[in-house]
């Protein structure tokens, strides 16, 4: 059993010194890779930036950007039986990068942005017969909505969703409170933990079948 985790944000560069990321702590992504390797199987984390220790015994590559992220992903994607995509893929980045240090000047500064590649959908479309796809959502209003939305435009297994403002979920905690949801209707909410404990939920459900 081979199985792919991405985690943490992605860093969109604006200059040589400054970029765009996101809240992603990588906790999540890395409590999956953790108990993956508990779990025996062959683990792959491809991570963003973050401030945590690689996971022992897990194969991790850590990359920067949202197009590197893909690079990584797009390698690794075909040899994975699971793909878990935690991570926080930034969705635009500067359209430009400023060669060197943009340097001040009076008034505003308008940053055009361009849309990255969404990683998960390419990988819904090119996903090979037996291979489980798993994306996260991280909504703040109509949950299950916007959820199961993107498990049917992507073409995932399942999905992982969790209401950003709901006590003890988010980003910086070290508890979770998901809800999957399947391609084929299951609808099964997983109680409030720590993430480890979550990630442990996760895989007993999306691997090995457990109810
Ligand atoms: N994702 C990805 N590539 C991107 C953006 C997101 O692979 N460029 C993945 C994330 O890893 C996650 C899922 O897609 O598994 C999140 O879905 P998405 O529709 O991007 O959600 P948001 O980024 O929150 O955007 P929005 O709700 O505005 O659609």
Known sequence: MKILITAGPTREAIDMV???TNRSSGKMGYALARAAKDNGW?????SG??????PEGVDCIMVESAKDMATAVKKEAPAADVIIMAAAVADYRPKAVFDGKLKKQEGGLFLELERTEDILLYLGEHKRPGQTLVGFAA???EVEANAVGKLRKKNLDWIAANDIGAAGC???VNTNQVTLYSATGDRIILPLADKFTVANNILDIIVKGKR
């Open 139 to 141: 909504e703040a209003t």
């Open 18 to 20: 400054r970029f765009i």
């Open 42 to 46: 062959d683990t792959v984390l491809i």
């Open 170 to 172: 988010g980003f910086a």
């Open 49 to 54: 930036p973050v401030n945590l220790p690689p």
